[in-house]
């Protein structure tokens, strides 16, 4: 069992930046690939990007690419969401996910934990 809590969001101007945290429970964090998704008001949950389980490799939705930035810190058990260049349309609750195994998927329903969101809003 594996309990994930986000923190940091809020509300930043558009070209601004803003590090999600995602601090997770248990001894297992290591054996889990690390994944952040998103839902924008009136919008489907969708994939943001996915982080390997040494940190070593990251796979991004194409268009996040060069302004997201995942990584992770095992001794803390923690990863992290950096954003840069924020849009108004980056406005949406976010959510990291543990997943038990070694490929980097974006299909949400691989994902075995949730956490409960936190809310980035980017005013113009």
């Known amino acids: 069992q594996v309990q994930l809590v986000e923190s940091g969001g809020g509300l930043v101007q558009a070209g601004g930046s803003l590090r999600l945290s995602c601090a997770a429970s248990?001894?297992?964090?290591?054996?889990?690939?690390m994944g952040w998704f998103r839902q924008a008001p009136g919008k489907e949950r969708e994939f943001v990007g996915v982080i390997s389980r040494s940190g070593a490799n990251t796979y991004y939705a194409d268009s996040l690419k060069g302004r997201f930035t995942i990584s992770r810190d095992n001794a803390k058990n923690t990863v992290y969401l950096q954003m840069n260049s924020l849009k108004p349309e980056d406005t949406a609750v976010y959510y990291c996910?543990?997943?038990?195994?070694?490929?980097?998927?974006?299909?949400?329903?691989?994902?075995?934990?949730w956490g409960q969101g936190t809310q980035v809003t980017v005013s113009s």
């Open positions: 996910a543990a997943r038990l195994g070694i490929i980097l998927i974006g299909e949400q329903k691989q994902y075995d934990y």
């Open positions: 248990g001894r297992t964090f290591s054996s889990y690939a």
